[in-house]
């Protein structure tokens, strides 16, 4: 394909999801216009700084910087007069007190770009959002742009990964396109060229199919996570070992062993929130009992975080209270500086508010963690956290929390007590060590 038939694209909206598709997008050719109405975020893509943490995209964002192909802007009326698809790529967060979806972010993005829309051009929604949406905002568009019917409306869900997002972003699984016409395919089309070479596959659909996409994978996952962490509350309750349960499921081809981790369970900007907003969606529109297993699934995973609050009270005897406890890892999941619902944070908060004396480290969350939870203490390492600790608490799978070693742990720490959130450690070996080692799920 030729340069010149490339649309010009701008991605609405510069978070883990839209600074990644813009840089993406430009390392791939595309003539790319980054928007978010936040100036401090802008500011820093346009000095090359990435406002999150996020393996490889730094090097990107510089690469695709010095190619002059790649820009930001707060401006919608500049956005409207570059792109000729224009990508929304806002947050979708939880409404503060329900379950359900909170549109404003993805509703200002329509207002602000749309009434400069004076020529043909393609809205692509990328949030994750509840079905219907998009034909609200088809509506929405058509009656505040210019250009009204001449602009079209499709949705593009994006599966992307944290810690893998750029990885994702340039070899999806799959590309789903939900589209009403078939102009509107033929530009997504043209805006996905490179990756379809790859023999991409691609799944064309309307719009509330691609929607459902979204939130019907993330419902998968969030089952499957807590299908195995609801098999640790019986092993728990029968002596059985949840870790030898999932090695011996895993082996089984139509079950699989990805998504079966045991453990303190998920969390994130995502999963939680997706599938609440599901469940919520759902029953709006009369057919909540056929996922009212979520709110089952949201359930279990929320006990995982008690439990292992139960784990250590255990280890200490029943008593929480003056305790020092070590907590290893604040960030939702390892290789991200996420703390959106992460359980990490919640455990050691609850623990704190029960009046133990807690201290937190994470090798990238730190500066988050702090600034939303400023009543937690913070050390600069394992090592640092770990000393005097009356028990040590792993609760995030960094690679560099699986790699310490138990002397030197050992060394630093008041009483040998550790409990593996994460199924993270090597039993055996710790207790060899002289450790009292607890895991959810496991005797
Ligand atoms: C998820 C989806 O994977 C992605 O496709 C979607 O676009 C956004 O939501 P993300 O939130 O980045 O991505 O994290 P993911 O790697 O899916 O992990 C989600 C949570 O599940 C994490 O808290 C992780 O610790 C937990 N998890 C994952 C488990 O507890 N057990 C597992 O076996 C796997």
């Known amino acids: 394909m030729s340069e010149a038939v490339l649309p010009r694209l701008t991605v609405i909206g510069t978070g883990y999801l839209g600074a990644t598709h813009a840089v993406c997008m430009a390392s791939l050719g595309y003539d790319v216009l980054g928007l978010d109405v936040d100036a401090n975020k802008i500011k820093k893509l346009q000095s090359g700084e990435v406002p999150f943490f996020e393996p490889g995209l730094p090097e990107l964002l510089a690469k695709t910087m010095e190619s002059g192909r790649l820009r930001f802007t707060t401006s919608f009326e500049e956005a409207a007069a570059h792109g000729d698809v224009h990508f929304v790529c806002v947050g979708t967060p ?50 505040l742009a210019p250009a009204g019917d001449e602009v079209e409306l499709a949705w593009n869900p994006e599966f992307l990964r944290e810690g893998f997002a750029v990885d994702d ?47 019907a994978a993330n419902s998968f996952l969030a089952t499957k996570i807590s299908y195995i962490n609801a098999m640790a509350e019986v092993c728990e309750a029968t002596g059985a070992d949840v870790r030898d349960l ?116 994470d090798p990238a969350a730190l500066d988050n963690a702090r600034r939303a939870y400023p009543e937690l203490r913070y050390g600069t390492s394992a090592l640092d956290v770990a000393q005097d600790a009356d028990v040590v608490v792993l609760l995030t799978e960094w690679a560099e929390f699986r790699e310490v070693q138990p002397s030197a742990l050992a060394a630093v720490v008041k009483h040998r007590r550790i409990v593996d959130g994460r199924h993270a450690l090597d039993a055996e070996v710790w207790r060899a060590a002289g450790w009292e080692y607890r895991a959810l799920g496991s005797p």
């Not at 359900?100 to 692509?124: F, K, M, N, W």
């Not at 064309?204 to 939130?215: F, I, W």
């Not at 008690?306 to 305790?323: A, F, M, N, P, Y």
Request: aromatic share 6%.
């Open 246 to 361: 999932a090695k011996a499921l895993a082996y089984d081809d139509r079950i699989g062993g990805r998504f079966l981790q045991p453990g303190l369970g998920f969390g994130g900007g995502c999963l939680p929130k997706d599938i609440r907003a599901f469940a919520h969606r759902a029953e709006e529109i009369g057919v909540g009992q056929a996922v009212s297993f979520l709110r089952e699934v949201d359930a279990i995973n929320r006990r995982r975080r008690s439990r292992t609050i139960d784990l250590v009270r255990e280890l200490l005897g029943g008593q929480l209270d003056g305790k020092r406890v070590a907590c290893l890892g604040a960030a939702f999941k390892p290789n991200s500086d996420d703390i959106r619902d992460a359980p990490a944070l919640d455990v050691a908060r609850t623990m704190h508010g029960l009046g133990a004396n807690v201290r937190v480290y």
């Open 169 to 215: 972003t340039l070899r999806p699984d799959r590309l789903v396109f939900g589209v009403a016409s078939d102009w509107a395919r033929d530009q997504l089309t043209a805006s996905f060229q490179p990756i379809l070479d790859l023999g991409t596959p691609i799944v064309v659909t309307d719009l509330a199919t691609a929607e459902l996409v979204k939130v």
């Open 94 to 143: 939880q409404q503060p007190g329900s379950d359900a979806c909170d549109l404003s972010y993805v509703d200002a993005a329509i207002r602000g770009l749309a009434p400069y829309l004076t020529r043909r051009s393609l809205v692509v929604g990328k949030s994750t959002v509840p079905v219907g949406t998009a034909e609200r905002l088809t509506g929405m568009l058509r009656e």
